[in-house]
């Protein structure tokens, strides 16, 4: 990495790996490596080009007949399997797989796909195992995802969370999205059309209506089920959910603003419906040792990260939900960067089929006018900047 310490060698050698990476250099480049690092960034520090991005940058774009050479695959190759981080970003806030995506280089976006899902699938693997926090090696590989892009519901990583850990207690956080105790601690604001916490993040928008409800009708598909979400939110999916007629409808929702809304709103009193007030980590084991079975189970939370998600999956819907039952989750993962959100999916569809879940995706178009619309003005980010909702439906393996 170049940095002002680094010597005019260092430099030297910098240039000549991004150099070597631009050209396609196989020969050049295995040499250079023996070396130097496949993760220095340019030393004119105005770029922080990596040897990736400049290798994918320089295969021009697919449409003008330019699609990557077997000389450009294989440098892609060789920078991966060197240690390159799939997910460094440049000064246009780009990684090298954004980059592929602008460029419509097909095949070299799917590449960056696959090291990003096998860089997430080892992070977590390292996390069960308890590797990674005193590990120097991989501290630094740790570096790679603080840039990872945070998402409204299911953050990507815990990282940042666990960074201000001690500051949640005290209750000074800057954003309580980064977790969930402080976020269901937070002020919340019902406004038209959106939920606002107290650090401006928006908790959920109108302009999922349609999500929610294709949500609803892929998980009950006839009157009589038993039926429960959990995060009630703006209340859109269980608004769908009573549409159908369900025999129970469990709602688990744990912030106290929302708990009183769902009591002005009369739903304490709706038939069938049963609210658990609490967070879904203590209220669901108390239904699994009542021997509770469900039929469709609906998952949409807030501050919550992936590992939460798996959690909720691997723990609790495989002792919840009936053999015939049918599972759906928000999948959020990564929504405001392409590349983060295609290595989501991907895990999160591996990680079912390991908890024993087989998944269908059906792609909904989001509102043509939603990215840059006057929607996302007062929140604090827009955390969804991609065209397609990817919806998932699982059973159970048979
Ligand atoms: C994104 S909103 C759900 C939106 C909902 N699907 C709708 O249609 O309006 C997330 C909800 O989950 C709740 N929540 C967050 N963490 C929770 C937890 N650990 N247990 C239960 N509810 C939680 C939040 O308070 C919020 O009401």
Known sequence: MADQTASEEDILLAKRIISAAERHDLSALKILLKEGSANVQDPSATTATSPLHAAIAACGKAEDGKEAGEDAVKT???????GAIWNDLNKED???????L????????D???EAGVRAELLFSKMEELGLGQDDEELEVEDES????????????SEEAAQAIQGAVEEKVLDDVSLDNRAYLKSQLRYKPGILLDESDNAVMMDWETTIMKRHAETLIPRPGLRAMNVGHGMGIVDTAIQTYDPAEHHIVEAHPQVLERLKEQGWYEKKNVVIHEGRWQDVLPKLVEKGVVLDAIYYDTFAEDYKTLKEFFSEYVIQLLDQNGLFGWYNGLGADRQICYDIYTKVAEMDLYEAGFDTQWEDIAVPSDLHGSDQWKGTRRPYWTIDVYRLPVNTFIK
Do not use: F, S, W
């Not at 892609?76 to 060197?82: A, I, P, S, T, Y």
């Not at 780009?94 to 592929?100: D, N, Y």
């Not at 995802?145 to 990507?156: E, G, I």
């Open 76 to 82: 892609v190759e060789l920078l991966l399997e060197n």
């Open 94 to 100: 780009e990684t090298p797989g954004c980059i592929a």
């Open 102 to 109: 602008r460029l419509a280089q097909k095949k070299i976006y």
């Open 111 to 113: 590449m960056m796909v």
């Open 145 to 156: 995802r603080d840039d990872a892009p945070a998402v409204k519901k299911q953050k990507v």
